[in-house]
């Protein structure tokens, strides 16, 4: 059997036998990259030289005896959003082409305390605002399944590396369903975890209250691996729960006795695909032939959801974004040929109205730092990030801020009252990740509205900051894989991933990987 198709955690057993080294290993998936990435666009950077370098290292310490770390030998890949001292993090924007962060995130910063291999960054929307990976400025990402279809967003390069056996493991993160829509999208595994979680520290922000770090992988196995690895506790996050971090790998594998799980009547309503609902309640038999009771259960505000989400999230990245002026950080505009242009505008503004009047009025086209700040921001963003930006910025504005901001705010505390009313009667909530499979690259692109439907199950996770699964569950007719979301109660990421994986041990839909199949 190829190297590829072996689990993560079978690898690093195999490495730890002496069976494979970690050289080995890197190679087989960098050669994996070099034949299929052309086609698919997963990664923005892959840094071989680094990779193996870093596997011989691994290698060298394991022929000594010397102790290692939990994912010693791993090929893990990295959205290009989260901090790497030295190395290119731009988030796939030109505002940030050139940013070289000067110390490590946190996530990073364990993943090689944890002597995992750095293969490469992967691609996303900018600035991580996206559901379908085509608003990175660089590339767009295809779904390995089928190159003319997305592979879902923002986390794009994330998902489509794992699914098309270009890595065995990588680090997303999710905002409104940022990790778990291109999991499921992809057929592979994706966990949102409780936010707080796992640090925030050194993720470039897009919506400081949503946004969390989380594990993409073949299976909630490896998904638990990962997790592990990156889940505790950071002072420099103060968002960052305080509290041990279970063993996730070490307990995954225990029987689930007496699991409820909650049927989302509103996740079944119109605008659900037949196939998708087909493959969801199929899934949901195979729980219930396990012993599992389902019921179903409400979330009545659940139909706010994509409208809070998208006052809320945009609020925040108006806020976050605000930085990026072209002085303190990012892009900065070609300011000799501003400055032509604003001595063009003054002589011909002079020419029509006359020195006097110029005279009078030359400061509305004579002040060379606005005009730099509204150029570069206009030349650095692109057009969904641009968009999101004027949206917060009229939501947070004199006069809106209450019948907006304020109001969605309420909105999402009874968002999450819905799910804590759910959770007293079932351990788990089961429904679809995405309404659809993988839709054609171009489909919504322009129609916001549309693509910002494609969140419309992931979203309430989010707001309510609970954490969330998608794990594959059935394929369509063209082939293309579809998801089943899980969603727990705050903290209860280990039920979630031994829940998957009881789901998996009696399925094999998260064995196929596209360009193996």
């Given at each position: 059997?190829?190297?590829?198709?072996?689990?993560?955690?079978?690898l690093?057993?195999?490495?730890?036998?002496?069976?494979?080294s970690?050289?080995?290993?890197?190679?087989?998936?960098?050669?994996?990259i070099?034949?299929?990435?052309?086609?698919?666009?997963?990664?923005?950077?892959?840094?071989?030289?680094?990779?193996?370098?870093?596997?011989?290292?691994?290698?060298?310490?394991?022929?000594?005896?010397?102790?290692?770390?939990?994912?010693?030998?791993?090929?893990?890949?990295?959205?290009?959003?989260?901090?790497?001292?030295?190395?290119?993090?731009?988030c796939?924007?030109?505002?940030?082409?050139?940013?070289?962060?000067?110390?490590?995130?946190?996530?990073?910063?364990?993943?090689?305390?944890?002597?995992?291999?750095?293969?490469?960054r992967?691609?996303?929307?900018?600035f991580?605002?996206?559901?379908?990976g085509?608003?990175?400025?660089?590339q767009?990402?295809?779904?390995?399944w089928?190159?003319?279809?997305?592979?879902g967003?923002?986390?794009?390069?994330?998902?489509?590396?794992v699914?098309?056996?270009?890595?065995?493991?990588?680090?997303?993160?999710?905002?409104?369903?940022?990790?778990?829509?291109?999991?499921?999208?992809?057929?592979?595994?994706?966990?949102?975890?409780?936010?707080?979680?796992?640090?925030?520290?050194?993720?470039?922000?897009?919506a400081?209250?949503?946004?969390?770090?989380?594990?993409?992988?073949?299976?909630?196995?490896?998904?638990?691996?990962?997790?592990e690895?990156?889940a505790?506790h950071?002072?420099?996050?103060?968002?960052?729960?305080?509290?041990?971090?279970?063993?996730?790998?070490?307990?995954?594998?225990?029987p689930?006795?007496?699991?409820?799980?909650?049927?989302?009547?509103?996740?079944?309503?119109?605008?659900?695909d037949?196939?998708?609902?087909?493959?969801?309640?199929?899934?949901?038999?195979?729980?219930?032939?396990?012993?599992?009771?389902?019921?179903?259960?409400?979330?009545?505000?659940?139909?706010?959801?994509?409208?809070?989400?998208y006052?809320?999230?945009?609020?925040?990245?108006?806020?976050n974004?605000a930085?990026?002026?072209?002085?303190?950080?990012?892009?900065?505009?070609?300011?000799?040929?501003?400055?032509?242009?604003?001595?063009?505008?003054?002589?011909q503004?002079a020419?029509?109205?006359?020195k006097?009047?110029?005279?009078?009025?030359?400061d509305?086209?004579?002040?060379?730092?606005l005009?730099?700040?509204?150029q570069s921001?206009?030349?650095g963003?692109?057009?969904?990030?641009?968009?999101?930006?004027?949206?917060?910025?009229?939501?947070?504005?004199?006069?809106?801020?209450?019948?907006?901001?304020?109001?969605?705010?309420?909105?999402?505390?009874?968002?999450?009252?819905?799910?804590?009313?759910?959770f007293?009667?079932?351990?788990?909530?089961?429904?679809?990740v995405?309404?659809?499979?993988?839709?054609?690259?171009?489909?919504?692109?322009?129609?916001?509205l549309?693509?910002?439907?494609?969140?419309?199950?992931?979203?309430?996770?989010?707001?309510?900051?609970?954490?969330?699964?998608?794990?594959?569950?059935?394929?369509?007719?063209?082939?293309?894989?579809?998801?089943l979301?899980?969603?727990?109660?705050?903290?209860?990421?280990e039920?979630?991933?031994?829940?998957?994986?009881?789901?998996?041990?009696?399925?094999?839909?998260?064995?196929?990987?596209?360009?193996?199949?």
């Open positions: 059997m190829s190297l590829l198709r072996h689990s993560a955690t079978t690093l057993s195999q490495m730890s036998d002496g069976k494979l970690s050289v080995e290993l890197v190679q087989e998936y960098l050669e994996q070099e034949r299929h990435d052309g086609r698919v666009k997963a990664f923005l950077r892959v840094d071989a030289a680094r990779a193996l370098k870093q596997a011989a290292a691994i290698d060298d310490r394991r022929s000594r005896g010397e102790s290692l770390g939990p994912l010693a030998g791993l090929p893990v890949a990295v959205k290009d959003l989260l901090c790497d001292e030295g190395q290119l993090c731009t796939a924007s030109r505002m940030l082409a050139d940013f070289r962060p000067p110390y490590d995130s946190t996530v990073v910063a364990k993943l090689k305390a944890a002597d995992a291999v750095l293969l490469g992967t691609n996303l929307d900018e991580a605002m996206g559901g379908s085509e608003n990175s400025a660089f767009v990402t295809r779904n390995p089928n190159l003319e279809r997305t592979p967003g923002s986390s794009s390069g994330a998902a489509a590396c699914a098309a056996a270009m890595a065995p493991l990588s680090i997303g993160s999710d905002t409104g369903g940022s990790i778990r829509q291109p999991a499921g999208l992809c057929g592979i595994t994706g966990l949102k975890p409780t936010y707080g979680r796992v640090s925030r520290y050194g993720l470039v922000a897009f400081s209250s949503l946004d969390q770090v989380g594990p993409l992988a073949g299976s909630a196995e490896d998904a638990a691996l990962l997790l690895v990156l505790g950071d002072p420099r996050d103060t968002t960052s729960i305080n509290a041990p971090v279970p063993r996730y790998s070490q307990t995954i594998g225990q689930l006795a007496g699991l409820r799980l909650g049927r989302v009547r509103e996740h079944f309503g119109p605008g659900l037949p196939e998708v609902s087909a493959a969801v309640e199929a899934a949901v038999e195979v729980y219930r032939s396990l012993g599992a009771t389902v019921c179903d259960v409400s979330l009545p505000h659940e139909k706010y959801g994509i409208a809070t989400y006052i809320i999230a945009p609020s925040e990245a108006s806020s974004l930085r990026y002026d072209g002085v303190h950080y990012g892009y900065r505009t070609d300011e000799r040929a501003m400055h032509d242009e604003l001595a063009a505008e003054r002589k503004l020419a029509t109205i006359g006097r009047d110029f005279d009078a009025q030359a509305a086209v004579e002040n060379p730092l005009r730099m700040y509204r921001r206009s030349e963003f692109g057009p969904e990030v641009k968009r999101r930006i004027m949206l917060g910025t009229y939501t947070l504005s004199a006069g809106y801020y209450d019948a907006y901001y304020v109001k969605a705010l309420k909105v999402r505390r009874l968002i999450a009252n819905d799910y804590e009313a759910a007293r009667s079932c351990d788990m909530l089961i429904g679809p995405s309404p659809t499979p993988a839709f054609k690259i171009g489909e919504k692109h322009s129609d916001p549309a693509m910002y439907l494609v969140d419309l199950y992931t979203v309430g996770a989010n707001l309510a900051g609970i954490p969330g699964i998608s794990i594959p569950c059935g394929r369509s007719r063209d082939g293309l894989p579809i998801g979301q899980l969603q727990g109660p705050a903290m209860s990421e039920r979630l991933l031994r829940s998957a994986h009881m789901f998996q041990r009696n399925t094999d839909w998260h064995l196929a990987r596209a360009l193996l199949d």
